[in-house]
């Protein structure tokens, strides 16, 4: 087992990740640009989320790491979102 | 014998990636607590939140979107280039990350420069007179993008350590943890951008 067996991604693949990741901020500039009202920030929100999964599963190599670090990475965003959640439970019904 | 040497190997790399992302989380956290301050005083003062963000300008704010993207692109592939025994094309690689990188920072001091010009920085009596609410919003602008400027420059120096090292070799196919946790500490750079972006640049 030598460590340049291990899973290497191809530069076609990465540069098919930047198209989307562009693709994806061209998309929320021009969302934003309209005016939805409250739907405005919800789907800026969406849009981000969606390019940080997709560059922690490509270009952090999430997909080819073992399930402990994947959960890991999940059990933070987990707690983060608690962390925002409580707070507005505080912060609205005070 | 061979065996076992080149197991402790495996481990070690797979223990320095793990305290890598265990870092990772806890600077996570640390801009995880400017958001929450964001996203609180946002819903407090929304309509002065508006008014501030629309005095930013966008186009600056996509530019540097765009440079943070693709630098992350070029370090992920600087990784397979290693993997690949393809140095030169790594140290290039690396090299263009960091002009990437440069490019942001000077985007950055742009944009700074000129909103220094309209008096508009931390303390400065133009935003003092301001109605609390952008004073709030302009202060976690600065602090922010501020902080996150200052991984920029960190992130940087790592690469440029990581340039040097390939140059000479100490990097190669077999040994590339801390290119690969540089790599790791730059995409996080970019996450953070990923969503300061639309939260301070988009939605005004």
Redesign the interface.
Known sequence: ????D?H????LT??I??IV??FL?TL??FI?GIHLGAF??AL??L??SV??AT??T???HLRSENLF?KL??AG?FVL?AL??II??FD?LFR | MSDHAVHSEHYDREAGKLGMWIFLFTELFLFGGLFLVYAVFRATYSADFHEAASELNTFIGTLNTVFLLTSSMTVAMSITAIQKNNRILAFMLILITLLLAGLFMVDKYIEWSHEFAYKVYPGSEVLKNMPRGELLFFGLYFMMTGLHALHVFIGMILLTINLVKVKKGIIHRDNYLLLENSGLYWHLVDLIWIFLFPLLYLVS
């Open positions: 087992m030598k460590n340049h291990t290497s991604t191809g530069y990465y540069a990740v930047l990741l562009l901020t929320s500039v934003t405005t920030v800026a929100l849009i981000a390019k940080v560059v922690l490509y270009f952090m670090l890991a990475v933070v983060f962390v925002i707070t507005f912060y």
